[in-house]
């Protein structure tokens, strides 16, 4: 981002359109947002009950602004057969946007990760670091981690010739001979992202497996490993995924199947609540107007020691 507001002759250097875009072949720019939105009004109304709720809130406004971008806009780029120098301000903003999201989203995922790994470890602990507005502090550290990431790395910009994200704007008609387009912390970030996903998930296992030899394990909590799960193995499998097509050339039905991937990063969350989170999705449901009589629907509890911890929770 440092090249577009102060490097402004190396910005024209790199992501100069001085070549006719029409000399790109047509024939190569080929032509769950909604699912979300009620979890995230869902996931507003219950930001005071834990520490976990903040930060799935916190993720889930970063997932709702990117996927008009990963979703929306990708779409529409894609029927146009945009490649960057159609639109290259917006292109460059809109990978600006996305690239940010990407490394605050995926951080917060790991947050969020140490988050559960600590209470399923000890609730007082748990208490000490989250409680309060600890996790409001505790969220400003993958804002800003992203934003010093994208002010000092190039973003992705899409194409109509892969269908995809790339760090090269100019992808499938002038090669990256010199590598002036070459990042090393996206891939170094997102190798970063899988190790440590894989780490704590181990963990939680094992924790969650020496607890249920002192206390029977209810169905939320059941309910609450599955949803960890598929949403880790959807981040780490794009993150891994995109670290291997950052140095090894890869065909385009890969790099389609790495675009959805990252799409799902961003809307599986959301499908995940509503179809295994009790609570949100009942009062998602509540929040279009459906009514469930007289039955309240809230977070299971357990306690140790005056401490209350949320069961139906990711």
């Not at 996903?197 to 094992?206: A, M, P």
Request: net charge positive.
């Amino acid at each position: 981002m440092e090249l577009l507001i102060f490097q402004k002759e190396k910005f024209d250097e790199l992501y100069n359109c001085t070549y006719e875009i029409e000399s790109v072949p047509i024939e190569k720019r080929r032509h769950v947002l909604l699912a979300y939105l009620p979890c995230l009004f869902a996931l507003r109304d219950q930001w005071a009950r834990s520490s976990c709720y903040k930060i799935m809130f916190y993720v889930a406004i970063l997932d709702v602004i990117v996927l008009w971008i990963t979703g929306f806009a990708t779409g529409v780029f894609v029927v146009m057969g945009t490649v960057y120098c159609s639109m290259p301000t917006l292109m460059y903003v809109l990978g600006t946007i996305a690239s940010a999201i990407w490394y605050a989203e995926t951080f917060a995922a790991v947050l969020l990760a140490v988050n559960r790994c600590v209470e399923m470890a000890h609730l007082g602990l748990m208490e000490h670091l989250f409680g309060g507005n600890r996790a409001g502090i505790w969220l400003a550290v993958p804002s800003i981690y992203a934003l010093v990431m994208i002010t000092f790395t190039k973003p992705v910009m899409f194409t109509g010739i892969y269908c995809s994200w790339f760090f090269n704007p100019h992808i499938g008609y002038i090669e990256d001979v010199k590598g002036n387009f070459e990042t090393l912390a996206h891939p170094v970030h997102n190798s970063l992202l899988l190790l440590s996903i894989i780490t704590l998930y181990v963990i939680f296992v094992v924790l969650l497996i020496s607890r249920r030899r002192v206390e029977n394990q209810s169905k939320s909590q059941r309910m609450l490993f599955l949803q960890v799960f598929i949403i880790s193995a959807v981040n780490a499998s794009t993150a891994a995924l995109y670290a291997y097509m950052q140095f090894v050339h890869s065909n385009e039905t890969l790099m389609v199947i790495a675009q959805i991937g990252w799409l799902s990063c961003h809307g599986v969350p959301g499908l995940t609540y509503l179809t295994m989170n009790k609570t949100i999705r009942h009062e998602s449901l509540r929040k279009l107007g459906f009514k469930f009589g007289h039955k309240i629907y809230s977070l299971g509890t357990h306690s140790r020691g005056g401490i209350s911890a949320p069961h139906d929770v990711l």
